[in-house]
């Protein structure tokens, strides 16, 4: 099956158009789980336990993981194997690079990380992101416009009266009809933009949760005619709900909150 | 010492501009190696031992280690390690992500795998770049005119009338005066421009050998006005010169030609 038909599957299947982002940083962590050697592992795997039914996708954030060096690795590569397979795996990097290059990031990520989805950064065009293209089964969000403040400096910039964003949607997308995209949840106006232009992609929307996006509109401009296919993120607004012993508890409330909050939206 | 300074330094105590992509891929080692468990980072090793009096700089591909999972971490760990000090190592990554994760990448690459300088994605603008920028003793190279094909698709869109990648330069360096920048060597014209815009940058340039890329050009299109701050790269030209046991031999002669050809062009 390919990605965006599993993904609506999924979707449509679960009720939930809500992502659990892992940016698992171990400074945050309770106090009895940032002391011990398998603390990082035993966190996610709580949050896992008491949120699987909730979510669409995990999205692990390789920055968090790398920083942990080779142990973090496989950690990483252990998260992956520990969520059920009917949920999805977004494996955040961001990466792109020349073709012999991009072609080993997918190795890592498709092969030996089995994630079923990357995120990848348009920047060095179409070459760059074809190495993740070629299996279907595998999904791809190429950043449109990200959820930072940063997004203004070039991402807007003017390209033929149009925002550069809008280029790189329409660009990709005839590269490949499946391509997905990342739009920012604080730009709720561009995200229905986007979905004009790539009314049947998916749709990965971060930054409801601690970056104040608004849960309302990324639901009604981010789901296709079919209302689906938007893939709304919250990572540390979710997995540090509580900073005590009840941390996967308070996790499982957080997310069921915004997954509920989503699907009052999705069922209007 | 700033990051510039001490690539100065080096390239002008060394009398080299080149810089060594370390692509390392099992699958093109000599036949024993390849079989070897220990075989990839025994070649790097004695490519490294073979070239160090001929570069400026290491630059390990990121992807090519990563494509090797966790143990693929610990050798390029390794790697920085066996590098001699008066060498500059440059993570090849292309990071680049929201202010917090942008934070862990740095951490990743700076203070757990080591490397002196790093190559960022501008796509996200500045406060994506701004945690690799906080360390005056640490380099970055920022993506402006990469070296492959699709650098077309993007890179080169007109931004009131002038190219993206030149509105990357000019903005990024209003960041930091120290920043550096990725300009292919299949783009002389464009190169000399850009050193124009950045007269005082480090410059990163893929692509001379396997790639094409023009070395006369890269030397005096690419040196600031003393002569320096061009890095000019070439990976499986030199890697690969040979697959047969005299591999490191062969890497050495092919190092040499390239750093012998730059310096009689920088020397004229």
Redesign the interface.
């Known amino acids: 099956m390919n990605f965006p038909d599993r993904l609506r599957v999924i979707q449509e299947r679960k009720g939930s158009l809500l992502c659990l982002g892992l940016?698992v940083?171990r400074a945050k962590l309770p106090a009895p789980l940032r002391r011990s050697r398998t603390g990082v592992f035993d966190f996610i795997s709580a949050v896992v336990d008491a949120t699987y039914d909730l979510v669409c996708a995990y999205k692990p954030?390789l920055?968090?993981f790398?920083?942990?060096?080779?142990?973090?690795?496989?950690i990483l590569?252990r998260t992956v194997c520990l969520i059920p397979q009917n949920i999805i795996t977004i494996g955040d990097g961001?990466?792109?690079?020349?073709?012999?290059?991009?072609e080993?990031?997918a190795?890592?990520l498709f092969d030996?990380?089995r994630f079923d989805a990357v995120t990848v950064?348009?920047?060095?065009?179409?070459?760059?992101?074809e190495p993740f293209l070629t299996r279907p089964d595998k999904g791809v969000f190429l950043?449109a416009l990200?959820?930072?403040?940063?997004?203004?400096?070039?991402?807007r910039?003017?390209?033929?009266g149009r925002p550069?964003y809008e280029?790189?949607v329409k660009?990709a997308s005839s590269w490949s009809p499946g391509i997905g995209f990342v739009v920012g949840a604080i730009h709720p106006r561009e995200l229905k933009q986007v979905r004009t232009l790539a009314p049947n992609a998916p749709l990965l929307i971060p930054g409801v949760g601690s970056q104040g996006g608004d849960l309302e509109a990324s639901v009604l401009n981010g789901i296709t005619k079919h209302r689906d296919l938007a893939v709304i993120n919250a990572s540390r607004s979710i997995l540090y709900a509580s900073s005590g012993r009840d941390f996967a508890k308070a996790a499982r409330a957080e997310a069921q909150r915004l997954r509920d909050a989503m699907e009052r939206v999705r069922a209007r």
């Open positions: 940016d940083d954030n920055a968090f790398e920083a942990m060096g080779s142990e973090g690795w496989d590569r961001k990466r792109g690079d020349i073709g012999n290059t991009g080993r990031y190795a890592a030996d990380l950064s348009p920047y060095m065009g179409r070459d760059s992101v950043l990200t959820s930072n403040k940063g997004s203004a400096d070039f991402q910039l003017r390209v033929a550069l280029r790189v660009t």
